[in-house]
């Protein structure tokens, strides 16, 4: 195609990717297929994943200490065919001053023989591995060094690829080519401003043409770092903006209920059921709940708490404040335990008030649940606690006024925008807590739309709670200590993993460790329940009972106790295979105990030989107490992808920015984008238009926009 028959909006970066010169109808279906490059413009957004740098010449000793990545100049002293059958392959031995290193070619290699010179000196590009106690190259870039050659100076980026686009030529270095191609024919004004020359020139930005043309063709790298970040940064401040966008929009247009009064069942359990008194950050965030609710507008916010801060508290009596304006409650959790461990804990703060509490998930059925949904329906239960049963098609409320969800991080958008659809007046008020912290960062991109509330404080008389890792050489002493606790009165969980690939043999451990502990801790001077998945729920239920009933002085248990359990008389958690559990398991599976007033301590098994990776962890566990500073931890050690939750939210792939090294690009990002939606929600001055016509154009975000414009 012409350019002249381009319309005047339109650019070459607009034409299907097979119009670019050097890339044609079959390769242009490959990209298509492999990559989701459609159009040309495509091309740009599909970021090299990192670069060599071929300005560096590396001894071939050094290489073998680097075993990397390098580049190397020398000669091949011999050559000869080996091997037989599929087996066949081309080994050289190149050298230079400082060594030699075997060279191996099994594709080509009858051609790559005619083709290379003994004695002449060559460029040579790849990896050098060990291969049993012997350094070679596999299939290394090479390049005769002619009189007139002299070394590349600049950086060159490496292409992601597949095998499919690798036969039709489109290698890292076909890929290249092409963009190379496609630089050729731009012009700077072809790629569109979409950031406001204030933010250019308060960030020194160069324009776009020129980030782009650094990110693929970098001739340095101080022009490629510089260029990188504006692409960070338009990626996370475009997600911004559609965040805040969205939360302002509905300020503005969405109607809540108003929660006026504080009425009689709000003030009976204050004064005479609460068992405590609240901490400064309970009365804090119960002010900053009040206010949400009292304001005529919805309330959309996130409760952050380390364990054992006491969410669940605060979420009852935003539960009584509903009723006591006249409206039902529900609150989901996402699993059957914690469900019922939050009836039950509810229940039993209400008792003796005039408050409905029922519960619901897919285990209750037949006529109990018709009943149910009966009562429901016409305004007789007040407070709902269930699994995601609850928002189900077919429950349907009286008058949904609070809507609350624990989320533990594994609810996602679509699941808290069905809440909305039960009620229909308006939306009720909603609430989020986290079972864990998540770091800010992680926070502002997951749940940028909410506003956050933080339980910052523990209830008073909590003494940290003592960890140390042990293994199995300790495991009387670890033993003789468990026997002294339970002598003062105390209790004792003891935790085994289960994961699923393995769940046979786990519980086969958890069996054996039962079988010893008898014989350590024999009846009947002591009691032990044991709980596990595969478990019947009523015997399982009854174990547990006998521990909150003080029958028993150890509970064996799978991580079925992670969540929700309290038993403030409970002073040690023993974790038994501890590396085999993340840093956020860990953490919520020591938060069991510590919830009464005496020193609690935390001891973790694990095996001699551990990976660094499982050292970092438990160094991490045992240094802190701190749910907070723990979720940074994770974060940095894991990445964002592996934190729950993130994936869900998956219109948060980045293609440049990281949520971990990148926090101080997003805090720019977010002060930015909050100054641009409070003084202009609808980006319509002229300053603002370039960010508008992108937000409508670009396709991940293009549909976002429009909804929430
Ligand atoms: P989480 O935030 O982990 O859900 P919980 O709501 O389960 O924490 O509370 C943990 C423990 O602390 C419970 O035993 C609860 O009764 C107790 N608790 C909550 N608030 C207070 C308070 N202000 N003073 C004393 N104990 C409290
Ligand atoms: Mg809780």
Known sequence: MNATLLSREETILDQPIEYLKGVGPARGEALRKELSIHRIGDLLWDLPFRYIDKSQITSIAQAKSLQDTVQLKGIFTEKLIEGTGHKKRLVGTFEDSSGEIEIIWFQRYKEIDQWVKTGKPYLLYGKVQDFRGKFNIVHPEIEEITEDKTLSSGLEPVYSSTEKLMLKGLDSKGRRKIIKQLFSQLRPHDIKENLSAVIISKLRFKNRFE???????????????????????????????????????????????????????????????????????????????????????????????????????????CMLLAADNGYQSVLMA???????????????????????????????????????????????????????????????????????????????????????TKSPIHPPHVLVMTATPIPRTLALTIYGDLDISILDELPPGRKPIVTTQRTEA?????????????????????????????????????????????????????????????????????????????????????????VGVDVPNASVMIIENAERFGLAQLHQLRGRVGRGAEQSYCILMTSYKLSKAAKERLDVICKSNDGFFIAEADLKQR?????????????????????VEDQAILRTARAIAEEIITNDPELKSQEHIPLARYLMSEQRYKQDWSRIS
């Open 211 to 317: 980030t782009f043309k650094d990110v693929h063709l970098p001739a340095n790298n101080n022009d490629l770092q510089h260029a990188r970040n504006r692409i960070k940064f338009e990626e996370l401040f475009f997600l911004q903006l559609l965040l805040l966008r969205a939360k302002v929009k509905r300020n503005d247009t969405v109607r809540g209920f108003v929660f006026g009064e504080v009425g009689n069942l709000f003030n009976t359990f204050f004064s005479e059921k609460l068992p405590f008194r609240l901490t400064e950050a309970q009365k804090r965030v119960m002010r900053e709940i009040r206010k949400d609710m009292g304001s005529g507008k919805q309330m959309n916010r996130l409760l952050q708490g380390d364990v054992g801060s006491g969410k669940t508290v605060v979420a009852l009596m």
């Open 334 to 420: 996402p699993t059957e335990v914690l469900a019922m461990q939050h009836y039950k804990s509810i229940s039993t703060y209400l008792e003796g008030m005039d408050m409905q509490v029922a519960f619901l998930s897919g285990s209750v059925t037949g006529n109990a649940r018709v009943q149910l949904l009966e009562s429901l329906r016409t305004g007789k239960i007040h407070i709902l606690l269930g699994t995601h049963a609850v928002i189900e098609e077919g429950v349907e409320f009286k008058n949904l006024g609070l809507a609350i969800t624990d989320e533990q991080h594994r609810f996602g958008v679509a699941q808290r925008a069905q809440m909305w």
């Open 474 to 562: 300790h495991r009387s002493r670890v033993m003789e200590f468990v026997r002294a606790e339970i002598a003062k009165g105390r209790q004792v969980y003891i935790i085994y993993p289960l994961i699923e690939e393995s769940e046979k043999l786990d519980l086969e451990n958890l069996m054996d460790g039962y079988e010893r502990l008898l014989g350590i801790f024999p009846r009947p001077d002591y009691q032990i329940s044991v709980v596990h998945g595969r478990m019947k729920a009523d015997v399982k239920d009854a174990e547990m009972r006998r521990f909150v009933e003080k029958k028993t002085q150890i509970m064996v248990s799978t991580t079925v106790i992670e």
């Open 639 to 659: 990445g964002p992808g592996d934190i729950a939750g993130t994936r869900q939210s998956g219109a948060y792939e980045f293609k440049a920015a990281n949520l």
